[in-house]
Structures are given as structure tokens and as C-alpha cells.
């Protein structure tokens, strides 16, 4: 493989995504914005190259000797001021793809998110699917990713509740959507980078089938032996309080068109190439098992 940039080492998935690579013993090198603390990435054996997506020079030093790339970073999350969709997700993407034609990289692994093609009404997904055709443009050999919704973060945004037994959701707790563990989406960007013959591709990923958020609920009962119950933000309350956020915080409007989306029912990932390219798809139930273990919540089930 050689070396790999990981862009975005600092963020959840970007950091599992390091630990996985170098576990299978690849050269990493991680791309730090100069505001972050590398030591963490520095201990764990990955090397460090300071830059940022909205600047292209810093990409191509970064890019010097590296024959893969993975990147998890975005920007519509705001994490700094100067982020946003337009000048991390669209520019800065453009950015790392030159950056990568240049440098003749021989793959790009980039992560999308479920439907991003068909997901119009939300800005920050459909982004990717330009981002996907601009790949495709460019002539970068490149693999997209497509996760369905991170259920660790999910349950780790609820926990003080479910520990209360009451699992607060934000979307339909009755429409089908596909949710994955964000450990097992590293897992798969990782592998990603050299299984072959996948050039081009958009792979969905997910467990095994789209599930409710109500059946979220029950497996988590499940596997703790203590009920949690699915309680929704009422329809009228998340329109009415989203809306009014949402006319001051851009990032609250986004969160809301992508609630609306998932609530739709169409995002749902198709797992067909998911199994036949990695050979693995999860269950819920063991990724909520492993949340859970993870939480301190106890393990009933396989115990
Ligand atoms: N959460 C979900 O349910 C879900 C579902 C499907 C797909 N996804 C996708 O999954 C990916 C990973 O998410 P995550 O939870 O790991 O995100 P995260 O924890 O918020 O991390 C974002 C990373 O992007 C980096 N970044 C932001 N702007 C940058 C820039 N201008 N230049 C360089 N790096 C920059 C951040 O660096 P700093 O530390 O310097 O800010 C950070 O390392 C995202 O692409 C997201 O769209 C998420």
C-alpha cells in the first residue's frame, strides 16, 4: 500500500481510522490542522503533517511520498470558525483532490454518506455526491464510502437518559433508516484503502437491514436487561423549535433537514456489495452490544 494521509485524524472515525492502519502495520501519516494537538496521533506511531483543506500548498506538502489517502474530515460541523460546507466540503475537497492527482496517489478513499445522490434536500449530504463526481472527473482512483448514521454517537448524545430508560430521538422512531457502529465504519475505510478492483465504487454500509429507531430502543433493552423507551421530540415541537434555532444557527437548520430526510424513510443502505466487497456486515444487535459494553451498561446478551 505505502504510505497513507489520513484526513480528518483528529475527528471520531479519522482517528480509529489511523489505529486500524497502523494495526495492520501500514506507514501513516495523519494531516493536522495547526490548531490541533498532535501528540496523542505522535504517541500512538503515526506521523504527523500539519495542514488544512482550505489550503491547497499545505496539501500538496502533505501529499510528498503518500500513495493512499482516506479522509473523514468535513466542515459543515463548524468545528472552527472559517468551516463551513462551502469552504471545507466543496473547496477544500477540490483542493485535496488536485492535491492528489498531482501527487499520483493511487487511491482515495473518501467517506460519504448513505443516498448522498439521491439526498437533495439536504445540502450537507448531497455535497457529497458532488464531491463523489468531481472524483470520478478527475481521474484520482477513489472509493466512496457510504455510512448510514453513527449509532454510537447517536446513543452517546442520549446516555444520561437511556440510563433514565428513555432513549430521546430527534427523527420518526418508526421510519426505517440504517444506522452502523463508527468503529466498524474505520474498519472498512481502512480496508478500503487496498482490497482491489473496487476503483470508482460507492458502497453503502450498514448492519444487516434498515431499522427503526424503536427497534434501536428494544435491542438496547435487549442487551442491558433494562428497558429503554423510544421517546420522540414531538413532529410539531421539532419544527416549531428547530425552525426558530434554525433562523440564527445554520448548523441547527442542517441537522434539521437531515432529521426530516432520515425520517422520510429513504435512508436506508443496500449491504449487497457492502458483504460481497468486505465480507462483513454487522448486526445491530452486536454493535449495540458493543456501545453498550463500551458505556458500562452491562452485557445480559452472549454474556
Ligand atoms: N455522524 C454520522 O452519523 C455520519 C453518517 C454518515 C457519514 N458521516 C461522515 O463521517 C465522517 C466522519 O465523521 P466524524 O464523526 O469522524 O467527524 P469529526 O469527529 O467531527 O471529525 C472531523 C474531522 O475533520 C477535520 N477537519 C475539519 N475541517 C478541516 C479542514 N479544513 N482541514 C483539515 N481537516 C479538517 C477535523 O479536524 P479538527 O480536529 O482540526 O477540527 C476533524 O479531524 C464525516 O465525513 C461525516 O460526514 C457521518
Known sequence: VGRVLVVGATGLVGGKVVDELLAEGAAVAALVRPTADPTPLRARGAEVRTGDLRDRGSLDRALDGVQAVVTTAYGYARRQPGDSLAAVDAAGNSNLIAAARR???????????LTADRAVSVPHFYQKARTEAELEASGVPFVALRPGGFV??????SLPGIRRGVLRVPADPDAPASTILSDDVAWFLAR????PGIDGGRIDLGTERPTTLREVAATLSRVTGREVRV?????????????AIGLFSPQMRDVMRAMAYVSSGQYVADVTRQREVFGRVPTLQDSVRRWARRAGLGDPVGA
Open 231 to 243: 421517546r420522540p421530540v414531538p413532529t410539531l415541537v421539532r419544527r416549531v423549535a428547530f425552525g
Open 103 to 113: 501527487a499520483g496517489v493511487r487511491r482515495l478513499v473518501f467517506t460519504s454518506v
Open 192 to 195: 478500503a484503502v487496498s482490497v
Open 152 to 157: 454510537d454517537t447517536l446513543l452517546d448524545a
